[in-house]
T-cell receptor
Framework: NAGVTQTPKFRILKIGQSMTLQCAQDMNHNYMYWYRQDPGMGLKLIYYSVGAGITDKGEVPNGYNVSRSTTEDFPLRLELAAPSQTSVYFC???????????FGDGTRLSIL | GNSVTQMEGPVTLSEEAFLTINCTYTATGYPSLFWYVQYPGEGLQLLLKATKADDKGSNKGFEATYRKETTSFHLEKGSVQVSDSAVYFC????????????FGGGTRLMVKP
């Protein structure tokens, strides 16, 4: 089982560039999430979705956008990359309330 | 708001030593509690969970008991192995519509042979 697949695994951006981090899950989960993990810190929620066509902000949404056109995919968009967005980004999915979240392997993003 | 506090690491132990990683939480209601583990270069994996007071979650020799009176969910293992070296995250989910998790800062465990 593939589970949650994130691409790319690594990326270096210049300040002001834009990019989309891809996330796909094959478990037919309704709930999906994007987190960022800064060095030595826990995960902070950026955006989440409880189903196709529904998204909502998490704790740290500024500078990011998301869309959820299908159950499987939940891309994260950075429009104007800033050094403060250098981080490791994790996508996760879950089957519903009180169900565990399943994580991808992460995307390491550096903005110089 | 909700919060999770973990002991700071790194925790360095010899193989077969006893492990305790402390976790306390603040929540307005009755959360579900989780321990996730992150091996180097990988995403987080669910290790164990407990959904109500006095529940004990267990997996792979790890245990944690949901203590409502002390708002704690400490992780324990009787005999650690080198392969247990990882970062451990305590988290809670408080019956919210989005099933959102609040994470602690993580505790790095290093086990020496």
């Amino acid at each position: 089982n593939a589970g949650v697949t994130q691409t790319p695994k690594f990326r270096i951006l210049k300040i002001g560039q834009s990019m989309t981090l891809q996330c796909a899950q094959d478990m037919n989960h309704n709930y999906m999430y994007w987190y960022r993990q800064d060095p030595g810190m826990g995960l902070k929620l950026i955006y989440y979705s409880v189903g196709a066509g529904i998204t909502d902000k998490g704790e740290v949404p500024n500078g990011y956008n998301v869309s959820r056109s299908t159950t499987e995919d939940f891309p994260l968009r950075l429009e104007l990359a800033a050094p403060s967005q250098t981080s490791v980004y994790f996508c996760a999915s879950s089957a519903g309330r009180d169900q565990p979240q399943h994580f991808g392997d992460g995307t390491r993003l550096s903005i110089l | 708001g909700n919060s999770v506090t973990q002991m700071e690491g790194p925790v360095t132990l010899s193989e077969e030593a006893f492990l305790t990683i402390n976790c306390t939480y603040t929540a307005t209601g009755y959360p579900s509690l989780f321990w996730y583990v992150q091996y180097p270069g990988e995403g987080l994996q669910l290790l164990l969970k407990a959904t109500k007071a006095d529940d004990k979650g267990s997996n792979k020799g790890f245990e944690a008991t949901y203590r409502k009176e002390t708002t704690s969910f400490h992780l324990e293992k009787g005999s650690v192995q080198v392969s247990d070296s990882a970062v451990y995250f305590c988290a809670l989910s408080e019956n919210n519509a989005g099933n959102m998790l609040t994470f602690g800062g993580g505790t790095r465990l290093m086990v020496k042979p």
